[in-house]
């Protein structure tokens, strides 16, 4: 069994950074890619970025440039970079890790991000 605890989240300016950090609470976490998504009001749960163990990373086109996905294999934990936050970018991110073993997905609960003057 897996279990996500994301934090990190809150109310940034237009412009502003934030870091989201998501541990992974279970065995084998090199077994899994993990990733960040996304969902705004209204709007369908969209894939941030992704990182694989072996450090593979993929961005969404809107994030690419400002946002960096990392893991620590140590710390069983991945995070999220945000630089130069734009309003568009407010939405719940919810971390997820995929199996690639049993294909099984895995979501946390997810976290508030409100970029706003």
């Known amino acids: 069994q897996v279990e996500l605890a994301e934090s990190g989240g809150g109310l940034v300016q237009p412009g502003g950074s934030l870091r989201l950090s998501c541990a992974f609470l279970?065995?084998?976490?090199?077994?899994?890619?993990m990733g960040w998504y996304r969902q705004a009001p209204g709007k369908e749960r969209e894939l941030v970025a992704r990182i694989t163990s072996g450090g593979s990373t993929n961005y969404a086109d809107s994030v690419k440039g400002r946002f960096t996905i990392s893991r620590d294999h140590a710390k069983n934990t991945v995070y999220l970079q945000m630089n130069s936050l734009k309003p568009e970018d407010t939405a719940v991110y919810y971390c997820?890790?995929?199996?690639?073993?049993?294909?099984?997905?895995?979501w946390g609960q997810g976290t508030q991000v409100t970029v706003s003057s």
């Open positions: 279970g065995n084998f976490f090199a077994d899994y890619v």
């Open positions: 997820n890790a995929y199996s690639l073993s049993s294909k099984r997905d895995y």
